[in-house]
């Protein structure tokens, strides 16, 4: 109640001033402290102590204790200051109202005083940190006869904006969300989440707090529902989900493609995801338009083309065949030369329209298999290149021809095929038991990963010497009193160069006879199988660093010099060499006998094949289906024209009230005039069409506005455009009419 002005006046002075609201400005009255240790003392606070650390006021003011004020007294007044302020001067104020509720009153103070801290951090960097959910995505549609496609991977600016991250509030891309809606005003609670497309990522679903009636508190539960399985950026809607009934031509349905993001530790909010706000498609289903040829369909598989080394695939599938354009196109490979890339040094992959000379998409990356739908889309066309990894993906048993005798000979290859045995009942095997241990250091074939896309032969057709793994001399078969021949000999076959290598063939003699033996007492693989003494072998070079091969022509020299990192041999050893590789290139391989009796394959090969990812020689190109428009088709596609619903009962599902009656008119073209007769003749409404879409309502009311009676009518469509006519008849039964004026 403010009263006489003047003395409220004066009273809210002192109070902004810190004393007791008195009229009296030159003597104000203080108010103070009324319990505690510091009672009687002057204070700036009706109440100075805290409640939350001194609930019962015993060394501080606090609500109910003192005499400063009645327990339960709940006026508040906020004031800040003094400021000092010459005439002219503008002083710019900001407030701020904070607000929280706990769980009580004392919880309600601690989290208000943490959002009061949050408030202040968030004016103080110019609400730079605010947390904010991803841009919506960019949504184009594709309406065709059994599917409506939506596509929010075309816009690559779009899509690059709403898939950011933000380091400034920590919070970053996850995933879409789809939805159908049952109208355009729903909210997303309302509809039926049609599918969640996330990052592969290892965060799935995300929980976060939230207010559920049944349980009256705040609880953790489920608010994004990724599976962690990679990124899609469209959708083929085949149905209405909300009912479960087919897609009808001339209905009108409501989607909606929403971003989220993900905060695992949010500092300034609950709330670790937050979800783009729903922009509603408004979507009326319709096929192919009067005239329009789509010679493809939706995901459809186009015919590729390939010249190059790899392995490599490019699968291009077809998400909006009403953009498609007829046009070639080329997929080149680049290295990423940017040392600041999280890319840097992989090779990716560009999309050029050989047609236009544009470049449709630019550095890509490559994907393992095409369950990866984490590609952008160009002219309505998805691309997927898939790139094998660096690993070796067969070990085959072959005659000196080349032909295969046995697909796979060794343990199983993962990802490939399985163990098999070859002619004579071995298997390849090997120290580690495994395959393709990248990095690891392991045991395997190649345990210092150095094979890249070169392959192997092993040639039980003939004969090497070869050196010792521990010793790196030459076996010397001390029963024999000569150098051992082993009965094999080891080639690399060097991809790059294309050259055939042949290697320094070697084992560990570790029974120390000089001799490759089967040594089942020390030596066991996988399956327990007993093995010969395990096989390496290495790359020669020369003193200058330049690759070699073992000559059998300097055999000699070999048995003489003996010591592998010679210069007269391969000039390398253990941990140094003067060319590339600095330690064995084939390392700890056996071969196990499984069968009883089984013996190498003596004068065969075995052949280690591997990988050839793609490369910057590698090319594949393609050319995209056509779309076009005919005049004849055209023609063709009027002999369709319908109306819908007919008859007419009164009412149909898709009207949106009893003030909102009509009929629907399809597979029109873009103009068409329409009469429509009663059957005495007379012409109850001439309507003129000039729009792109192929349906047209009437609302059917006359020319003078008002309802038409029930009865048979005579609809006449006039294409003059095409040359064509249509003639209708629909059957109206209208409901009851309730007309203030006649």
Same mark, same amino acid.
């Given at each position: 109640d403010m009263g006489d002005y003047v003395e409220f006046t004066h009273s809210w002075y002192n109070m902004l001033n810190g004393y007791i609201p008195t009229t009296d400005l030159n003597n104000p009255t203080p108010y103070y402290v009324g319990s505690g240790p510091n009672a009687g003392q002057p204070s700036k606070f009706p109440l100075d102590g805290d409640p939350v650390g001194d609930p019962d006021g015993t060394t501080t003011d606090v609500d109910g204790k003192g005499d400063n004020l009645a327990a339960g007294d709940r006026r508040m007044f906020a004031a800040s200051g003094p400021f000092t302020m010459a005439p002219g001067d503008v002083q710019e104020l900001v407030v701020a109202l904070v607000a929280e509720r706990g769980s009580d009153y004392l919880s309600s103070i601690t989290a208000m005083k943490e959002i009061d801290v949050l408030a202040q951090k968030l004016y103080d960097d110019l609400f730079a940190t605010v947390p904010k959910p991803p841009a919506p995505p960019k949504v184009a549609v594709a309406n065709l006869d059994e599917t409506i496609v939506l596509n929010w991977g075309s816009d690559l600016e779009a899509v690059a904006v709403t898939e950011s991250e933000n380091e400034l509030t920590g919070y970053d891309f996850e995933g879409y969300n789809v939805y159908q809606l049952p109208s355009s005003n729903a909210s997303l609670s309302d509809g039926v989440r049609l599918a969640t497309y996330d990052l592969s990522n290892g965060v799935g679903v995300? %929980? =976060?707090? #939230?207010?559920?009636?049944?349980?009256?508190?705040?609880?953790e539960v489920p608010v994004q529902f990724g599976g962690d399985l990679g990124l899609k950026r469209y959708f083929n809607v085949t149905k209405n989900y909300i009912t479960g009934d087919p897609l009808r031509q001339g209905t009108t349905y409501y989607f909606a493609v929403t971003a989220y993001n993900y905060n695992a530790e949010p500092k300034l909010i609950e709330d670790k995801s937050l979800e783009s706000a729903a922009i509603v498609l408004s979507i009326t289903h319709q096929g192919p338009k009067p005239g329009d040829i789509y010679n493809s369909e939706v995901s459809d598989i186009l015919d590729v083309?390939?010249? =190059?080394? !790899?392995?490599?695939q490019v699968q291009? #599938?077809?998400?909006?065949? %009403?953009?498609?354009? =007829?046009? !070639?196109? #080329?997929v080149e490979f680049v290295l990423d030369s940017d040392t600041n890339s999280v890319t840097y040094g992989e090779i990716l992959w560009n999309l050029l329209n050989t047609t236009t000379g544009d470049t449709m998409l630019k550095n890509q990356k490559q994907v393992l298999s095409y369950d990866d739908n984490d590609q952008l889309i160009a002219d309505g066309l998805q691309v997927q290149v898939s790139g094998p990894p660096l690993s070796i993906n067969a070990i085959y048993e072959a005659d000196q021809d080349g032909n295969v005798l046995d697909p796979r000979v060794s343990i199983e290859i993962p990802g490939y095929a399985g163990a098999s045995l070859g002619t004579t009942g071995y298997i390849v095997d090997n120290r580690a038991g495994d395959v393709n241990l990248f990095g690891a250091g392991d045991r395997d074939f190649d345990r210092f990963d150095f094979w890249g896309m070169d392959d192997l032969e092993i040639n039980f057709g003939e %004969? !090497?010497? $070869?050196?010792?793994?521990? @010793?790196e001399e030459?076996?010397?078969? @001390?029963?024999?009193?000569?150098? @051992? +021949? $082993?009965?094999? !000999? +080891? /080639? #690399? /076959?060097?991809f790059t160069s294309g050259e055939k290598l042949r290697l320094f063939a070697g084992f560990w003699d570790y029974n120390e006879n000089g001799t490759w033996d089967l040594d089942g007492d020390n030596w066991a693989g996988v399956y327990g199988e007993p093995c010969y003494e395990p096989i390496y072998a290495w790359q020669g070079y020369d003193v200058d660093g330049n690759e070699i091969s073992y000559d059998p022509a300097k055999e000699d020299v070999y048995k003489a010099d003996s010591w592998l990192g010679s210069e007269t041999i391969a000039n390398t050893t253990w941990g140094a060499s003067t060319g590339e590789f600095a330690y064995p290139w084939v390392t700890a391989t056996f071969m196990g006998m499984y069968l009883e009796g089984a013996t190498p394959p003596w004068g065969n090969k075995i052949i280690f094949r591997t990988n050839k990812p793609n490369t910057l020689n590698d090319t594949f190109t393609f050319t995209a289906p056509t779309t076009s428009t005919s005049i004849e088709q055209a023609k063709e596609d009027v002999k369709k024209i319908n109306v819908f619903p007919n008859p007419y009962y009164g009412a149909h599902s898709n009207e949106a009230n009893r003030f909102d009656r009509y009929v629907t008119f399809n597979h029109l073209p873009q103009k068409a005039t329409f009469r429509i007769f009663n059957l005495a003749g007379v012409q109850v409404r001439k309507m003129e069409k000039d729009t792109p879409e192929q349906f047209f309502t009437w609302d059917l009311l006359n020319e003078s506005g008002l309802p038409v009676a029930s009865g048979l009518y005579i609809v006449h469509i006039d294409m003059k455009d095409l040359g064509k006519e249509k003639v209708l008849k629909l059957m109206l039964i209208q409901s009851d009419q309730v007309l203030e004026y006649y």
């Open positions: 995300i %929980t =976060g707090p #939230r207010f559920l009636p049944e349980y009256g508190q705040v609880v083309n390939h010249e =190059g080394p !790899s392995d490599g291009v #599938r077809v998400v909006d065949p %009403t953009v498609v354009n =007829g046009n !070639s196109y #080329r %004969t !090497s010497l $070869t050196w010792d793994y521990i @010793s030459v076996h010397y078969d @001390s029963v024999a009193g000569d150098y @051992s +021949m $082993t009965p094999f !000999s +080891m /080639y #690399r /076959y060097n």
